[in-house]
């Protein structure tokens, strides 16, 4: 494009623009492939933007208009096969380029006869998403020597993957029995408060351990043993460490993947995120039900957030062999970042979903006991979060008006024999919490506290709630 501006004295200067970058929408449900796939084609010069879900993916296409989607296949609710289908009926045309992409088995035929013009096998390189985009650029569907070729490379990518696994896995086996038993027993207290949180009393963590995929820790209604394989009960927690990106199935048995319900030995619930050390994948945390659930890609993150936490830890823990250094705090509690990001998710679905939300903050005269409390009153979308050495604060978030019902329990519990002067409340009705971040709120919450501490008053409260004009 050229654009001809007339100067002062009368010439003409010729201002030449480039072409305005090509349009990439990313449609994953797995935040970690969507933030690894907006830095690559970012850096390649690409517009990109991304969606968590489809029905999101499919708003962002009719409003943005990408020049090509990238598409990951299993989702929750509506999944890839879906949202291809529905572009193809409902997008006003031209209906962009769409690459599927998955990490389950699905041929490169049926991806082409479906309206994709191109199939890639997770985990995917760099080389063949870019050579992907480009051809979908250009107008070409991939051949299927191409297509046999990324295959193989995905392939490849996998078996290197379970071989940096166990190598790393190694390193921490090597510091020991002792800092061994003390990284599982953290990891089971982790599990545990994260299963109850998101409502599934099915959980496990397990670790890359020679040719198994060994169970670290399991909450008790699993029945699963400490070393048993548990790609022998979930084969897809398999999936989920191979392609290094999370995975969600709200009900498998529903979904054109009724063979994944099958092979997961009936369970028709399952989500998992892979536990990385030093970007490797080397295990799995996953939570599972035989019942369906209505999970969607906001839930997920939860899962999400504690798996990179879990990674952290791994972390620094094949770099020091100490498994309690990075988590001072005890069972129930996580660290304030941890806390504030699962109450940003939670805002999320307050926002979308309606309901009530309670923040209570108190300072304690000491830590004793709390895990007692926070484990015997423990619910569903209940999280403790610590601000500051002896300032903690809870959140519980209901579809219906009980949130703050069900915390005064908890709050009165930690506050009896005197253990805590004064509590700082604030409780948010309904949506009407948007532009309002997690911090935000925690803030607002604690100055509500300082108040009733200075004024000798047991609470102070903060009311937020949407009504109409």
């Known amino acids: 494009m050229a654009i001809a501006a007339r100067s002062l004295d009368g010439g003409v200067i010729h201002l030449h623009m480039g072409k305005p970058a090509r349009r990439i929408l990313v449609i994953d449900d797995s935040a970690d492939l969507r933030e690894l796939y907006e830095m690559l084609f970012a850096g390649e010069g690409y517009d990109v933007q991304a969606a968590s879900d489809a029905l999101r993916g499919f708003e962002r296409a009719r409003n943005w208009r990408p020049d090509v989607i990238l598409l990951d296949v299993v989702m929750p609710g509506m999944d890839g096969l879906e949202l291809l289908r529905k572009l193809r009926s409902d997008l006003v045309p031209p209906v962009p380029p769409v690459i599927l992409c998955s990490g389950f088995e699905l041929s490169e035929a049926e991806a082409l006869q479906r309206g994709a013009v191109c199939f890639l096998r997770k985990p995917a390189e760099s080389e063949d998403l870019l050579g992907a985009v480009k051809d979908a650029l250009n ?61 599934v009393p099915r959980g496990a963590t397990a670790l890359v ?20 394989d548990l790609g022998t009960a979930l084969p897809h927690a398999y999936t989920v460490l191979e392609t290094g990106s999370s995975l969600i199935l709200s009900d498998a048995a529903s979904s054109r993947f009724a063979a994944v319900s099958r092979s997961l030995g009936g369970m028709r619930f ?6 990385r050390v030093g970007g490797v994948p080397v295990g799995v945390c996953c939570v599972y039900d035989p019942r369906p659930r209505p999970y969607d890609a906001d839930e997920l993150a939860a899962l999400e957030l504690v798996g990179r936490r879990g990674s952290d830890v791994l972390l620094r823990f094949a770099e020091t062999g100490d498994a ?13 970042e941890l806390f504030d990001e699962l109450f ?82 604030v409780d948010i009705v309904g949506a009407g919490v948007r ?35």
């Open 139 to 199: 107008g070409k569907k991939a051949p299927l020597v191409k297509g046999r070729q990324q295959r193989l490379r995905s392939s490849a990518a996998r078996a290197r993957a379970l071989e940096t696994a166990r190598t790393l896995v190694s390193r921490l086996e090597a510091y020991g029995q002792a800092p061994m038993s003390a990284f599982e027993a953290l990891s089971q207290v982790k599990l545990e408060t994260l299963a109850t949180f998101l409502g």
């Open 209 to 228: 351990r020679g040719r198994k995929l060994a169970v670290l820790a399991a909450t008790p209604a699993t029945g699963l043993e400490s070393g048993f």
């Open 270 to 275: 399952f989500a998992g995120v892979p536990l």
């Open 324 to 336: 309690e250094k990075p988590v001072l705090q005890g069972h129930g509690i996580v660290v304030r």
């Open 344 to 425: 940003e998710a939670e805002l999320r679905l307050l926002d979308r979903r309606g309901g009530s939300m309670q923040l209570a903050v108190l300072d304690l005269a000491s830590l004793e006991d709390v895990d007692r409390v926070l484990m015997g009153a423990r619910s569903e979308r209940m999280m403790a979060g610590l601000i500051s050495p002896l300032r903690i604060a809870l959140f519980k978030r209901t579809e219906d008006d009980s949130a703050g019902r069900d915390l005064a329990e908890v709050v009165k519990a930690l506050r009896s024999g005197d253990r805590a002067r004064a509590v700082g409340i």
């Open 435 to 469: 532009g309002l971040a997690a911090r935000d709120l925690v803030h607002v919450a604690c100055l509500a506290l300082d108040r009733a501490e200075e004024r000798g008053d047991p609470e102070r409260r903060v009311v937020i709630e949407e009504r109409p004009v």
